[in-house]
């Protein structure tokens, strides 16, 4: 009942939503993939239950949410909670623009058992919302290079299918902890400051690489997505993970399509395009230089495909 009620609310976006773990209805939690293009305003308020929380990774497009108050604004790469009682919201998501956010669904009393104890240390908003039991409250903030990491890991799960239900309560855990709680700010020395930011800007252009695997940005745009120049990215790049930019997206490039391939729903000109590559003869070539043979014997090349699901530098 709980998926009828989403699939009717994003109905207007028909294959642009999945649910990717949980139900709302039995289990007060529902982790949800959308992504899609909108050609007119889409009624994203319509899909919000009553008394629920909602965690939001907004990797692209904008949307908003407002009551009769207060609206806060969700731009690329921000991430953020809103949360109604017996009241609806009202939200939309902008005409053309291409979307992509997961949204992470908690039932108050999903929330109360999690936080319990824990409620001073909660952002104020929620704190508020909490106690009352009653309006609406939200908050945004930017999202974080191992915030843009998650996001690609929940779409495709480092684990086995056997596995995927306690990854995913984990990863639920751990996004909680990291937007519903107000951060105790602290004192940092320089040095560690230094390595923290460098680390942070290799944490966010992976995962710009990853997000774009058909069409990377280049050397200029991506310094200028991680606030340094290219000259100093590219250096910094090669020093902490052993290979330059454009080796590593021919690496997870490469990955990518050895993953679809093993999907078995892909063949090898599909896969090609999809990783971005034109030329079939390129793509072949670039697949066995990283891989270790031709693209289309990949899949039953029994040793080779263990040794890629052991050594695969794409999993998160």
Known sequence: MAVAYESSAWAQVKEGWR???????????SVENHEFRATSPVDWGRSFHRNS???C???????????????????????GFY??????????????????????????????????SMEDSLHPALRRWLI???GSAAAVGAMSPGQEVTFQALRQPPVPVAAQKLWYQAKTLELLSQVLFQPIQQEEFFCHRQKRVAQERIERTTAILRSHLADPPDIEALGAQVGCSPFYLSRLFSKEMGMTIPQYVRQIRMERAAELLLGGRHNVTEAAMEVGYASLSHFSKAFCTTIGCCPALFPTATALVEKFKANRTVSL
């Open 53 to 55: 929380v909602e965690l």
């Open 57 to 79: 990774l907004n990797l692209r497009g904008t949307g908003t949410v407002r009551d009769d108050r207060t609206q806060v604004r969700y731009a690329p790469h921000t991430v």
């Open 19 to 29: 649910q990717l773990y949980g139900s709302f209805a039995r289990e007060g939690v």
């Open 132 to 134: 009352n039991k009653g």
């Open 83 to 116: 949360c109604n009682a017996n009241s609806d919201l009202e939200a939309k998501r902008a005409a053309g623009e291409n979307h992509s956010f997961i949204t992470v669904e908690l039932s108050r009393g999903f929330l109360e058992t999690q936080v319990d």
